[in-house]
Structures are given as C-alpha cells and as structure tokens.
C-alpha cells in the first residue's frame, strides 16, 4: 500500500504537520488584530483617513466574528469540518489579499472587517472540531493547548511583527504574508482528516436573534469607552438620559434571552436548533466556558495594560515593547505543551486553579513594581508567572469544553467557545481600559488641584478639560502639548510630573481590577471535572467525590 492509500491511523492524524495546521490557523485568526493596533497611525495615514476610521474597522471585526460564531458553528456541521475550515481559509485569504491592496477606508473595511471576519467565522469553529477528530482523548489536551498557545501568541508577539514590518517596510506586507500562509495551509490541508457532514437545516431565526443578541452587547461594550457605561460622555450620545450602551447591553440581553426561549422551542418541537439548550446543562461544558470567558477577560486587559506602560509610560518602541512581552509567549508555551506531556493525568480542576492563582501572583508583582524608578525590566517576572498561568489554562479549557458533548456536537461546541473568548476579550479590554482612564482623570485632577506650582487658573482649563476626557499619554506628547500652547517651563514641570504620577496609579488600578477577575474565576472553577479528559475518573490522583463540588 503506498503512502497516499495508507488509511490513517491515530498517530498519523495527531502527527505535528496537523497540528502545526491547525495552530498556524489559530495563530493567523488573532494576529491581525494585535497587528492592527501598533499599526493604526501608519494605516490611516496611508488611506487618507482619520485614526477614527481604523478603530471602527477593528471594531466591526470584532462584531462579524463574535456575532456571527454561532452560527459558523452550524455552518460547519453543515458542510463538513474541514470543509468549512478550507472555505473559511478562501474567503479569510480573499479578505487579507483585498485589505493588502485596500486603496481606501472603504475597501480595507470590505475586506478586512468584512471578508476576514467571515472567514474566521468559519475557520475558529471547524479548528476546534478538527482537532477532536484528529486527536485521541489522551492527547487532546495538549493538542488543545498548543493551539490556544498559538492565539495567545499572536496576540503577544503580534505588536512586535506589526511594529517592525510597518516601521521597515509597509503594514500592507503583513496581509500579504497572511495570503501567503493561508495558501500554505490549504496544501497541507488534505493531512488533516475531517468528519463528514451533517444534513441540518440551519435555524434562521435563532441565528438572527444570536447576531442582535451579540451584536449588540459586544457593540455596546465596544464603544463603552467613547460613550460611557450609564452617564453619557460629554459631547457624546444619550437616549432618554442615559448612554446608548446602556441600552444596548439591556437590548442584547434581551434579545439573548429571547434566543435560548426560540431554541428550547424548536427542541420541543423536535425540529433542528442552532444551539442544542441541552448542551448547556452540563456543568463542565458551562464550567470551560466559562473559565474560557475569564481566561480572555483577564489576558486581554493585562494586554491593554502592559504594553501602555512600555510605550507611553516607557516610550518605547513597538519592537522593543513585543521583546519585552515575548517571555510570556515562551513560557504559555512550555506550560500549554509541556503540562499534558509531563502530567498527562493532570486535574483540569487543579491545573486552572494553579493557573489562575500564576496569572494573579503575576499581576500582583507587577502592580507592586510600578513605581517612578521602575524600567521595562519590572515586566519580566511578571510576565512568566502570566505565561505559565494562561498556559496552565490553555493545556485544560479547550478538551474539557470538547469533552462535555458528542462528538457530532464539537462544531457547535466550537462556536460556543470562541463566542465565549470573544465577549471576554471584548469585555476585558473595555473593562480595563474605562476603570484605567477614570483612575487617570482622579489621580490627575487631585494631583493638579493639589499642586501650589500649578496656577488657579491654569488649575481651573485643566479640571474643564478633564472633565470632558482624558487620553493616556507619553511625557513626550504632553510636553510638546504644552510647549504649543505656550505654558511656562515651571508649570509644565509640575503638570508633566503630576501626570507621570497619574499614569502609574491608573496602571496599578487598571492591573489591580484585572487581579481581582483572576480571583472571581477562581469561584467557577468546582464545574471542572477532577480527572484527566480521557482517563476513567479512578485514574485521577486526586479523591474523586462527585459530591465535591469545592
């Protein structure tokens, strides 16, 4: 029998080609964000257009992917897992190729938001079924890790790329690289073995209702940073008095609530869900999700934060800011691959609670290092103990959630999961980035009225200013700030000094805040199950009591 009659085995389809694949899929899925962010000037430079226009193209990214995930789920048990995943790659491909070539706002909005959000719709989903039908039980966890790994990594090691490609050559080159790997994969592809289709009639009602549900909630947290939370922002938008994303959150809800009714519906009337509500009764599917939902809570606002202090605080480059964020890479990866290869049997309970307490130990070390004096070397511990811990979470979350269902359901599971990432990403970075500028504006305004080299008057146009906003800046702009607007040396001194000040203690808020989550997860962490995903539960170390639910 030659190699291409060879029937796959087991060792074949958890061959590190195919995980390779799939990780690469993951790794290409995150990037472009984390790419994006450093590249936002240069980007809208280029275009013609405000930095304004490039925020509101990463924010309907965001929207296409985390509404429509669900439903790209279905999609996938539909067409055929590695169907769905090769189609995703085409229209993902089409959407980094047009972006690359974008001569305006309106094009990089059609083919990057647009293109590349549908893609990854279908591709995020698929990866997580693939892998289960590629894998065995025993070796899922670290297959699982791995391609976790790969999208935390991207989004550690995605400013330093993005840096560095803009600043030598053109932001344009990333995307061409993408359709580069995409083609790649695409080759490699008929490696990976698939599961067949299955004849469903895709629920249009309930995948409406999804796409407002979450349409508006992770809309409503998006913008919660320009409009405000409840109290408009001054200058901003209201609706009977309050901020719109008030009552957008309240409308998502509502609308998510109306959906798991519509879909409890259908199950009674044995007609095809887009979401089986069954699934949701079990504890350690709703415990990794929700631990996946902590999980990037938490990352995305250590995310937001850290490289805040290296660029502005520090100032420094974004090349030098993603070296100094690469140890965490390393070390999620050593604790993604290296836990299920050395501790097989691990507790997926035991491992995402040492994970949790890493990341908070982590968090904690750097919010006591931040003080005046302190250089980029502060964020190297940190970011180990940050590393191991999300790696810890990354080995576990992804078979524990694969696990709880059929296999035929690993598609939609897949869509529940990455819709859970993506309202925890969403939420973590306006979270810690709307308690970062309050603590900014209170350090700020307290540090200026406090300061007797600070003139009434020049007191008075700052607190006014404050009032209606406040933006997270390096000494270098402010000063030149103030040099235009001809503030005399001594003033600006104190008023540069009163916010180097102000800085530091929105960081240790914003980072503190981002503790505090990593302690609440750990209270949701009894739904994980005590023994190792495929072994039989006498397997487990640990005293196996169902009635423990500690």
Not at 407 to 433: C, F, H, P, Y
């Amino acid at each position: 029998m030659n190699h291409a009659e060879k029937i796959p085995t087991e060792t074949d389809r958890g061959s590190a080609l195919v995980l390779t694949v799939l990780a690469a899929g993951q790794f290409l899925m995150t990037l472009d964000s984390s790419v994006m962010n450093v590249s936002m000037a240069s980007v809208a430079a280029d275009l013609g257009t405000p930095v304004t226009g490039i925020q509101t193209a990463i924010t309907l990214y965001t929207l296409v992917m985390a509404t429509l995930m669900i439903t790209g789920g279905k999609v996938g048990t539909m067409l055929g897992r590695k169907r769905a995943f090769a189609v995703g790659l085409v229209v993902y491909g089409a959407g980094s190729f047009t972006t690359a070539f974008a001569p305006n706002l309106a094009v990089l909005l059609l083919g990057w938001s647009l293109l590349e959000g549908l893609g990854a719709v279908l591709i995020m989903p698929a990866i997580v079924a693939l892998v289960a039908a590629n894998f065995p039980a025993g070796r899922r966890a670290g297959a699982y890790g791995l391609v976790a790994a790969a999208g935390a990594c991207a989004v550690a090691v995605g400013p330093m790329i993005g840096g560095a490609v803009t600043t030598f050559a053109s932001w344009r080159y990333v995307f061409l690289g993408e359709v580069v790997i995409v083609l790649v994969i695409l080759l490699v592809l008929r490696r990976v073995a698939d599961v067949a289709p299955t004849a469903v009639r895709l629920d249009l009602v309930g995948s409406a209702l999804s796409v407002l549900g979450l349409g508006m909630t992770v809309y409503g947290v998006l913008r919660s940073s320009d409009w405000g939370w409840v109290r408009p922002r001054s200058g901003g938008p209201q609706l009977l008095g309050l901020s719109p994303v008030i009552w957008l959150l309240l409308s998502g809800l509502v609308a998510l609530y109306g959906l798991l009714r519509w879909e409890a519906w259908l199950v009674r009337a044995d007609r095809e869900p887009l979401i089986d509500i069954a699934l949701l009764r079990s504890r350690q599917l709703v415990g990794g999700l929700g631990m996946f939902f902590a999980q990037f809570l938490v990352q995305a606002g250590v995310f937001f934060a850290v490289p805040l202090f290296l660029s502005v605080a520090l100032e420094l480059s974004a090349v030098e800011t993603g070296l100094r964020v690469l140890p965490l890479s390393v070390a999620l990866v050593l604790a993604a691959a290296g836990i299920p290869r050395l501790w097989p049997r691990a507790s997926p309970r035991r491992t995402v609670r040492l994970g949790l307490a890493s990341m908070i130990v982590g968090i904690m070390i750097l919010v006591a290092g931040l003080d005046p004096g302190a250089s980029a070397g502060v964020v190297l511990i940190p970011m180990v103990f940050l590393g191991l811990g999300l790696g810890a979470l990354s080995s576990q979350l992804g078979a524990v959630t694969v696990a709880a269902a059929p296999e035929t359901r690993s598609a939609e599971v897949g869509g529940l999961q990455n819709t859970a990432t993506s309202l925890g990403a969403s939420l973590g970075t306006a979270l810690i980035g709307s308690v970062l500028i309050a603590a900014l504006i209170g350090a700020a305004r307290t540090g200026i009225d406090d300061n007797p080299a600070v003139p009434v008057s020049v007191q008075q146009q700052v607190t006014t200013q404050l009032a209606d906003g406040a933006s997270f800046v390096s000494t270098t702009q402010l000063r030149a700030a103030l040099d235009a607007a001809g503030v005399p040396q001594a003033t600006a001194d104190a008023i540069v000094a009163v916010n180097a000040d102000a800085r530091l203690t929105a960081l240790r808020a914003a980072l503190a805040l981002a503790a505090a989550l990593a302690i609440v997860a750990l209270f949701g962490t009894g739904l994980l199950p005590r023994h190792a995903v495929g072994a039989a539960p006498g397997s487990d170390p640990s005293p196996t009591n169902s009635g423990d639910r500690t």
